[in-house]
Nanobody, 116 residues
Framework: QVQLVESGGGLVQPGGSLRLSCAASGSTFISLFLMGWYRQAPGMQRELVADITSARITNYADSAKGRFTISRDNAKNTVYLQMNSLKPEDSAVYYC?????????WGKGTLVTVSS
């Protein structure tokens, strides 16, 4: 069973930056997992922000391209989401996801609020 713990959320002004972290544990094969960041705003469906394969191939939602960067440190079993040029519409709960074969795991989320 994989456990995911997100951190790094908070209140930031428009144009600011945040770095989210997701610490994974519970498996010796975490480096093989597809790791992703999703977000869910109030009243909206959860949506993919970015993901990264075990080979560090990345994929971004159009809304994140050019502003967000996903990365992973397999030695630390940690995935990061660097978010720059934040906008009010980026406000949401951000969730970490780990997926491999038929298994998928979620963290409890970290709240990001972009407001002046």
């Amino acid at each position: 069973q994989v456990q995911l713990v997100e951190s790094g959320g908070g209140l930031v002004q428009p144009g600011g930056s945040l770095r989210l972290s997701c610490a994974a544990s519970g498996s010796t094969f975490i480096s093989l997992f597809l790791m992703g960041w999703y977000r869910q705003a109030p009243g909206m469906q959860r949506e993919l922000v970015a993901d990264i394969t075990s080979a560090r191939i990345t994929n971004y939602a159009d809304s994140a391209k050019g502003r967000f960067t996903i990365s992973r440190d397999n030695a630390k079993n940690t995935v990061y989401l660097q978010m720059n040029s934040l906008k009010p519409e980026d406000s949401a709960v951000y969730y970490c996801n780990a997926a491999r074969q038929l298994s998928t795991y979620w963290g409890k989320g970290t709240l990001v609020t972009v407001s002046s």
